[in-house]
C-alpha cells in the first residue's frame, strides 16, 4: 500500500483555469506538507497542516489554497493557473519532528 | 537566498567504489539534516539521518557525517552499486520550537554509477 498518494499524477490545463490535486495519507501522521519542485528543480516547501491548523505557508500567492477535510488528507486548489505555475507538486507527511515521507509527485503543465 | 547548498550538480563514479556526496549550509539553526533519494518521475525517499548532537550516522552502506563548525556534511556510498544511480538531496530542519516543521532542500546531486 502506497503511504503517502497523490492524484492526478500528470495534468495539463490551459491557463485560468481552477484545478485541484489530491493527496492522502495511510501513515496516521499529523502533519501534511505540500512542496514544488519548479523548473529549477529546487524544492521548496508551500503548506504545512497539523491538525487542520495552516502552520507554514511559504510566500505562496493566494491563488493556491489548501484544503484539509481530515488528517489524512490535504488537498492543494490552484485558482486562475498561470504558465508559472508549471512545476511538480508533492505531497508529504510526518509526525511532528520526525521523518517527512513523500508522494509521488503530480506534474502540472499549464498551457 | 540558499541555505542548503549542494555544489556538484552531478557525480559519476564506478560500481564497487566510494560515492561521497556532500552539502553546505548557512543556517545555524539547523539542527536535524537528512538525505533523500529520488529516481525520475518518483517522489523523494528518505535515506538516512543525522542529528546536530552526532558525527556520524552509518546505516549499511550509507553513511552520513556532520562537520557543524564548517556547516558541512557529506553522505558515502560504499560499495556504490548501479541502482545507487539517483538524484540525492540534502536537507535540513530547523528547530523551531514547536508547530509543524518542514525541510529545506538543497539543489540536488545526481549520481551515476557507472559499470
Known amino acids: 500500500d502506497t503511504a503517502v498518494s497523490q492524484t492526478p499524477k500528470y495534468l495539463v490545463t490551459q491557463m485560468g483555469n481552477d484545478k485541484s490535486i489530491k493527496c492522502e495519507q495511510n501513515?496516521?501522521?499529523?502533519?501534511m506538507y505540500w512542496y514544488k519542485q519548479d523548473s529549477k528543480k529546487f524544492l521548496k516547501i508551500m503548506f504545512s497542516?497539523?491538525?487542520?491548523?495552516?502552520?507554514i505557508n511559504e510566500t505562496v500567492p493566494n491563488r493556491f489554497s489548501p484544503k484539509s477535510p481530515d488528517k489524512a488528507h490535504l488537498n492543494l486548489h490552484i485558482n486562475s493557473l498561470e504558465l508559472g505555475d508549471s512545476a511538480v507538486y508533492f505531497c508529504?507527511?510526518?509526525?511532528?519532528?520526525?521523518?517527512?515521507?513523500f508522494g509521488e509527485g503530480s506534474w502540472l503543465t499549464v498551457v | 537566498d540558499q541555505q542548503v547548498k549542494q555544489n556538484s550538480p552531478s557525480l559519476s563514479v564506478q560500481e564497487g567504489r566510494i560515492s561521497i556526496l556532500n552539502c553546505d549550509y548557512t543556517?545555524?539553526?539547523?539542527?536535524?539534516f537528512l538525505w533523500y533519494k529520488k529516481y525520475p518521475a518518483e517522489g523523494p525517499t528518505f535515506l538516512i539521518s543525522?542529528?546536530?548532537?552526532?558525527d556520524k550516522n552509518e546505516d549499511g552502506r550509507f553513511t552520513v557525517f556532520l562537520n557543524k563548525s564548517a556547516k558541512h556534511l557529506s553522505l558515502h556510498i560504499v560499495p556504490s552499486q548501479p541502482g545507487d544511480s539517483a538524484v540525492y538531496f540534502c536537507?535540513?530542519?530547523?528547530?523551531?520550537?514547536?508547530?509543524?516543521?518542514?525541510?529545506?532542500f538543497g539543489k540536488g546531486t545526481h549520481l551515476i554509477i557507472q559499470p
Open positions: 508529504a507527511s510526518s509526525h511532528p519532528g520526525n521523518t517527512i515521507y
Open positions: 501513515l496516521g501522521h499529523d502533519t
Open positions: 497542516y497539523n491538525n487542520k491548523e495552516l502552520i
Open positions: 543556517n545555524s539553526m539547523f539542527d536535524y
Open positions: 543525522i542529528s546536530s548532537i552526532k
Open positions: 536537507a535540513a530542519r530547523e528547530r523551531s520550537g514547536g508547530g509543524a516543521d518542514g525541510l529545506t
